[in-house]
């Protein structure tokens, strides 16, 4: 072990041995509040934070000592830097490696582990925020929408207003209030069962829920009165009356593997477009709820004269750009096996629209 001392120590700076430091469990980047095994933090840390990328890193240059932790100091927890202390965890202890059946990065000469590394002490959480802010949402080391949205939901329930955050996070109010909003619909949604462990997709789309909950026909859906910018966000947004619709809309945004429910989102656009066209439509959602097809429910929504021009002008387009690098074509003869059956298909079209024509049996 070797130890750090590469910096010299400012005002509120101290060497505190990597042992005696403590995970945040409150850390953005966790979208699950209820970690209480240390196990669980590293784990989910090392999936989702690049964190053996940093272990490659230190082992082969040694510990970087490019900037100091952030530690409260009321139980050393780390507020900022819960990365680089997941790092320095595994490779310091085998048996938290084998719990995670993670093995080192093979490098010929390992560098030394640093005995004390230097942090920022600190009182308050609020001593921290502003730094932690810039540096994950506008800085290098950028968090997604869901850490983006805790963070400020967090620092919104202790006591700070919306118009600062978003000053200091460097988003506008409207954005970062419909981060918070969507934040607090989640947890409701994971309190009334919503099981993140079991939905359709590896990624959670943060998005699709607080893009959703902006529309009226979502709001109407789960009784929230008009989008109100100007209002304080509610912890609590959902009516009690509404807590089953909340589950059957994460259910439609994510999927429920374990009720075999599937996501009926497969992409932002166009499906979450289409599902706030079908609940804005009477039987459109009651088909919805019904069959759970979100292409059915669609089609009570746009007459199939619409939906027939929107896919010529689409498949028209397509062509045009094909056309456009038809003087790239290599000469393999499958590709031009597929233009002659887009061929054959544009002349059965042809025909259909003419017969179509002159029996007068257009969709007006």
Known sequence: MATNTSYPLSPGQE????????????????????????????????????????????LSAGYIDFEPLIVLRHGNIVLEGNRRLAALRLIAQEGLRKKLKISLPEVDVPKP????????????RDDARSFIGFKHINGPFKWDALAKAKYAAQWYESGGDINTISRTL?????????????????????????????????NFAFSHLYTALTRPSVRDFLNLSAEDLSAPP???????????ALQQLMSWLYGQEHKNEPTIIQSQNPNLNELIKVLAHPEAKAMLLAKRDLRV???????????????????????EEALGLAGSYSGDPTLLEVA?????????????????????????
Request: aromatic share 6%; with cysteine.
């Open 113 to 124: 582990l640093p005995e004390k590394i230097r942090v920022l002490v600190v009182d308050h």
């Open 234 to 244: 509610q912890a609590r947004p959902v009516p009690a009356d509404k807590l089953d």
């Open 297 to 319: 429910a669609y089609e009570r929504v746009e007459p199939p004269s619409a939906r027939f021009e929107e896919s010529l002008m689409k498949a028209a387009k397509l062509c």
């Open 15 to 58: 060497f505190i041995a990597p042992s005696e430091l403590h995970f945040d469990r409150e850390n953005p980047r966790f979208i699950d509040l209820g970690y209480t095994e240390e196990v669980d933090i590293v784990r989910e840390l090392y999936e989702q934070a690049d964190v053996d990328e940093l272990i490659q890193s230190i």
């Open 340 to 364: 002659k059956g887009m061929q054959r298909t544009a002349n059965a079209l042809i025909a259909a629209m003419r017969e179509s024509q002159k029996n007068g049996m257009g969709d007006h």
């Open 170 to 202: 460097g988003d506008n109010h409207n954005t970062v209030r419909r981060l918070v909003n969507g934040w607090f619909a989640l947890q409701q949604a994971l309190e009334g069962g919503f099981d993140l462990s079991n939905i359709s997709k590896k």
